[in-house]
């Protein structure tokens, strides 16, 4: 069974960090394109890594946002600095495969106060 289980969401004031972590079981997550969302209601692409390491950003984020992967631990990262209030989102990873298909996690609640 496949699951994908982000954590480290919370409220923190503007100007302040978070570290997102999306947690994989049940796949070879280094073999994955992981996908960093947020939804604010409709669904913002925010950041992507692929198996190669590769990332690419939004832009309401470029410089802000950090997205790193751990393989070892079948685990990606968002740190999240500079946080605004506009970033306040459900965050949500996805994992995606050509072939093996494509994951959701259940997504962690961020905050922002002013």
């Known amino acids: 069974q496949v699951q994908l289980v982000e954590s480290g969401g919370g409220m923190v004031q503007a100007g302040g960090s978070l570290r997102l972590s999306c947690a994989a079981s049940?796949?070879?997550?280094?073999?994955?394109?992981v996908n960093w969302y947020r939804q604010t209601p409709g669904n913002e692409l925010v950041a992507s890594i692929t198996?190669?390491?590769?990332?690419n950003y939004a832009d309401s984020v470029k410089g802000r946002f950090t997205i790193s992967r751990d393989n070892a631990k079948n685990t990606v990262y968002l740190q999240m600095d500079s946080l605004k209030p506009e970033d306040t989102a459900v965050y949500l990873c996805?994992?995606?495969?050509?072939?093996?298909?494509?994951?959701w996690g259940q997504g962690t609640q961020v905050t922002i106060s002013s």
């Open positions: 996805n994992a995606e495969h050509q072939w093996k298909g494509t994951y």
């Open positions: 198996s190669g390491g590769g990332t």
């Open positions: 049940g796949i070879i997550f280094s073999m994955y394109t």
